[in-house]
């Protein structure tokens, strides 16, 4: 055995090595995000019209536009704080929201569009920032807010079987119900080609 230590003790000391690295890395580990809400809480906020403010509401809040920084300097409201989405969860982000959520301070998100603005706010309210609500609408580039209109035709329905995995009846807005049924596919071989050709 001492033999085989002497004859391989660099291999060894390089195995020693590597192991304490990755039990360092190990214990110094970054921290993790951790979801706070589960899939029914998520849908039930969803269609949740509390987590909306009217653009009449924004006064004392304070406004976090997620738009691109080249857009947010072109133009912006004085109390806006820019948050491009993809520096949403950057560490300076979430200490800042954290410090809002700690003072308790209403947060309105805003982007170009009320949709532009929706996922990043899900994000944040499934991490636990319950202090974080959304536009209703959004800022044009003439840095003026406008609200957001549903199209005459849209209504609004969340078929929850589906987002469960349940096979049930989907009813449409007109009151039929449709089923598909299942069809078999029989494959057809071609015979072979007498010539040329591709």
Known sequence: MN????????????????????????????????YQLNTNETIKLINDPAIEVAIEQIAGKQLIDIRSTELY?????ASAVNIPIRQLLDKESLKMLDNLLASNK?????GSSELEAAAPLFLLRQLGYKNVKLLKGGINQSNEFFPSSPASTEVQVLDTAALHGKQEQII???????????????????????????
């Not at 230590?5 to 951790?34: C, D, H, Q, Y």
């Open 172 to 198: 449409t807005p007109t009151g039929t119900s449709t089923r598909k049924k299942s069809e078999t596919i029989i494959p057809v071989r071609k015979g072979a080609s007498a010539g040329g050709g591709c």
């Open 3 to 34: 033999r085989f230590i002497k004859t391989n003790s660099r291999w060894l000391g390089l195995l020693g090595f590597a192991f304490v690295i990755v039990l360092l890395a190990f214990i110094f580990r970054p921290k993790t995000l951790n």
């Open 106 to 110: 209403e947060v309105v998100m805003y």
């Open 73 to 77: 300097l072109n133009s912006h409201p």
